[in-house]
């Protein structure tokens, strides 16, 4: 079958960084992506990474291991606005998104 | 921009009532699905299209219909409302059906079924 694992919850202090992984098992791949969901919203796209390494955007960096089917998100200098969910989802063979069931980011002062 | 809308936002349906999610996006998207989440959970996809006149099952589809009759509307039609089915319903579409398919979702609605 195919599966997402990512921790269910995470705690970090304000100005510190923080690491969510992402472990997955799909047929194929296709692409893995990264969303953030405040609580009540929808979810928004904040990476998409197709080839391993690393793809730094502002305070917030994704990595990606193919072949380990491991993937990161790193956000810096946290802020109380980053308190949300962070959605990691990977397009299989056949492009569909196969999401799992997200971190949610507590950010303590 | 719009993006993609949703309504209604909240409702509450006793077993066994019809109702329709509407949704509309307006960035001439070919994909759109229609998502539910529940606590725990990740996303399940219930329907999508990748363009008007084209739609398919998706992971969840039963107890769900669609249509899309155009480019802009996708709604999802519940035909005999059930307790498992309260949930919160995202809509989301994309430029394509492929690659990098960013999704833009819409706000969601929130659906109790009594």
């Known amino acids: 079958g195919q599966n997402i694992d990512q921790p269910t919850e995470m705690t970090a202090t304000e100005g510190a960084i923080v690491q969510i992984n992402c472990t997955y098992q799909?047929?194929?791949?296709?692409?893995l992506f990264w969303y953030q969901q405040h609580a009540g919203e929808a979810p928004t796209f904040l990476s998409y990474?197709?080839l391993d390494g690393l793809e730094e955007k502002g305070r917030f960096s994704s990595f990606l291991s193919r072949s380990k089917g491991y993937s990161y998100l790193l956000l810096k200098e946290l802020q109380m606005k980053d308190s949300a969910s962070y959605l990691c989802?990977?397009?299989?063979?056949?492009?569909?998104?196969?999401w799992g069931a997200g971190t949610k980011l507590i950010i303590k002062p | 921009n719009a993006g993609v809308t949703q309504t209604p936002k909240f409702q509450v349906l006793k077993t066994g009532q019809s109702m329709t999610l509407q949704c509309a996006q307006d960035?001439?998207?070919?994909?759109m699905s229609w998502y539910r989440q529940d606590p725990g959970m990740g996303l399940r996809l219930i329907h999508y299209?990748?363009?008007?006149?084209?739609?398919d099952q998706g992971e969840v589809p039963n107890g769900y219909n669609v249509s899309r009759s155009t480019t802009e509307d996708f709604p999802l039609r519940l035909l005999s409302a059930a307790p498992s089915q309260t949930s919160v319903y995202f809509c989301?579409?994309?430029?394509?059906?492929?690659?990098?398919?960013?999704?833009?979702f819409g706000a969601g609605s929130r659906l109790t079924v009594l």
């Open positions: 989802a990977v397009t299989d063979s056949n492009y569909q998104l196969i």
């Open positions: 299209s990748v363009g008007a006149g084209i739609t």
């Open positions: 960035m001439n998207h070919e994909y």
């Open positions: 989301a579409s994309s430029y394509k059906t492929s690659g990098a398919n960013v999704l833009t």
């Open positions: 990474n197709v």
């Open positions: 799909t047929s194929g791949f296709n692409g």
